[in-house]
């Protein structure tokens, strides 16, 4: 209460203990092409086992899309990554009429039915999924001569929960495999992918901590294969309940195992430029996405569309960086350095949230025992990533030190100190491989096109970390007085931070202003709050003169050096 009435003690606490948070600064972004995997929704994914796991190993069409990603998670451990697909993908089912379903949030409104989908539609669309068998074994189903009996402990028979509901005989329960029955999964035809043991027909039926038992939603929330469409007409009484009005005592079981074979699953058509945006449009939203390094696949045959886009949600968000690599040809053909310079120009961009490569990079496909060039976008990413395990966010990517290139063969093109001057003049940044020091980033230049703090990316990145940081604490002031107590409490967790980031080389001075000088009346009367960072940032080395003097043998060194 605002004021005491009678004598008494009131104990307030006030908190004063607010300081600036750390902020991310390496979350990868990335939309491409998978072989599997829920589409148009955004994955975390923290090494290329989990990948693969996820979104299925490349083949010869999805491998630059699966190789890029994989090249930053060399680097990092951290990938945002969102499957797309064209809008005739199909999923596989057992009924003749596939449908496109993308994801879970899909499935929920999707309208399936036995007449067309059959009783099960694979999770995720693709051709994929014509791989799968769905087989169902219920109590008194032919369980001893099942093939897959040894996957289970004992054949289905009465749930505890029917039994305990005053059930009798009800033989609920039914047994569900799922089965790479041509092996394109595993690689072994016929293989076990998971199995459901213990489901029950019953709708309402539940284990001993509350869990559903009912077969669809076991299926449902567990699988990572497929999904319930519909029930099998042979089974007549799944989805009804055990107890309450219209409780069954027993439900249908079938003499022998049910297999169900998924066919029609479709990749679709062309991966199409504007498929991929769809893709990076989930990253638009900066207050509910965080993410900070931003790249792609070359767009092919010259074209600019997804660099482009990429661009666009950078300088947007303003929290992130797009890394641009120019396409595969223009670096693998007869005239790269001409090539490279005129996809810098047809980009027509200048913006220090854009980081432009120079050439593709030859890298080994364990998965299909080949070779392919893909962007190095993946990997600049990357370099940007490990910086900041090794480092901080501000310090350059590039060079001997942190700019190293991992699991890079070779590059499509390696320019001469002629070719890097055009390069870099130009904002590109080469990629370069020196006899005896490795394969390594050779620049830190942003797209900016004019001079400026901000043309160099660790400039960039510093200015993305503090006002991602400072702006998430100053959301603290907000609906609190614009007087000095407010003011005073701004600056003592703002100071505090500032030369933290100076003492770790991020700048060399800063000054905060916030007082009446910037909030004035006419501030205040707005309802706003102003505060001023003065900061001037650490500028990397790009530039090196070495002077070799030689002098006469009776020369005194504090003659020539004055030391």
Wanted: proline share 4%.
């Amino acid at each position: 209460m605002a004021f005491q009435v009678s004598p008494g003690v009131q104990v307030k606490e006030i908190d004063a203990t607010s300081v600036i948070p750390a902020v991310s600064t390496s979350i990868g972004g990335f939309a491409g092409a998978f072989n599997w995997g829920p589409a148009e929704e955004i994955k975390l994914v923290s090494s290329e086992d989990e990948m693969a796991a996820i979104f299925s190993t490349p083949d010869d069409n999805t491998a630059k899309y699966f190789l890029t990603a994989a090249s930053f998670l060399k680097y990092g451990n951290a990938l945002k990554v969102v499957r797309v697909v064209p809008a005739d993908a199909e999923n596989a089912c057992v009924g003749s009429t596939p449908a496109l379903v993308k994801n879970d949030e899909e499935y929920e409104s999707a309208s399936l039915s036995n007449a067309n989908q059959g009783e099960w539609i694979a999770k995720f669309p693709g051709a994929l999924g014509n791989s799968l068998k769905v087989e169902v074994c219920t109590a008194g189903g032919g369980f001893s001569g099942w093939a897959y009996a040894g996957q289970f402990d004992a054949a289905p028979d009465t749930s505890d929960f029917a039994t305990n509901n005053g059930a009798t005989n009800a033989d609920d329960e039914i047994h569900i495999v799922v089965v790479d029955e041509d092996g394109h999964f595993t690689g072994e035809p016929g293989s076990v992918l998971e199995t459901f043991a213990f489901a029950s027909q019953a709708s309402d039926a539940k284990d001993s901590s509350g869990t559903s038992l009912y077969y669809k939603n076991v299926v449902n929330s567990r699988s990572q294969y497929i999904a319930w469409a519909s029930h099998d007409d042979e089974l007549t009484d799944a989805g009804n309940n055990v107890s309450g009005p219209g409780a069954d005592s027993a439900f249908t079981t079938v003499a022998s195992v049910k297999s169900y074979s998924l066919i029609g699953g479709s990749d679709g058509g062309t991966i199409t430029p504007a498929v991929v945006a769809l893709g990076y449009d989930l990253f638009e939203d900066a207050e509910t996405v965080d993410v900070n390094l931003l790249f792609a696949c070359p767009d092919d045959n010259g074209s600019t569309t997804i660099a482009v886009d990429l661009l666009d949600i950078a300088d947007a968000r303003k929290d992130c960086v797009a890394f641009i690599s120019p396409p595969v040809a223009d670096s693998t053909g007869g005239s790269p350095l001409t090539d490279v310079l005129a996809f810098n120009t047809a980009l027509g961009r200048s913006s220090s949230y854009g980081f432009l490569d120079s050439s593709a990079v030859y890298v080994y496909d364990k998965y299909n025992d080949v070779y392919r060039y893909i962007g190095a976008s993946g990997i600049t990413a990357g370099l940007c990533a490990n910086t900041d395990q090794v480092a901080d966010a501000w310090f350059s990517p590039a060079g001997v030190n942190r700019g190293q290139l991992r699991g890079v063969t070779k590059l499509a093109f390696n320019p001469n100190k002629a070719q890097r001057d055009s390069l870099y003049k130009a904002g590109v940044n080469p990629l370069v491989s020196f006899p005896g020091e490795g394969t390594m980033l050779f620049g830190d230049k942003t797209m900016l096109k004019r001079p400026s703090a901000f043309d160099r990316i660790n400039v960039r990145r510093l200015f993305i970390t503090l006002e991602k940081a400072i702006s998430t604490a100053a959301k603290a002031q907000l609906f609190e007085f614009n007087d000095e107590f407010t003011r005073a409490q701004f600056r003592n967790m703002i100071e505090p931070f500032m030369r933290d980031v100076k003492g770790r080389r991020g700048v060399t001075d800063f000054l905060v202003v916030c007082d009446d000088t910037n909030n004035t009346g006419q501030v205040i009367d707005t309802n706003s709050f102003v505060a001023d960072i003065y900061i001037k940032p650490a500028r990397s080395i790009n530039f090196i003169t070495l002077n070799f003097i030689a002098t006469r043998t009776g020369v005194d060194f504090s003659e020539v050096a004055g030391g």
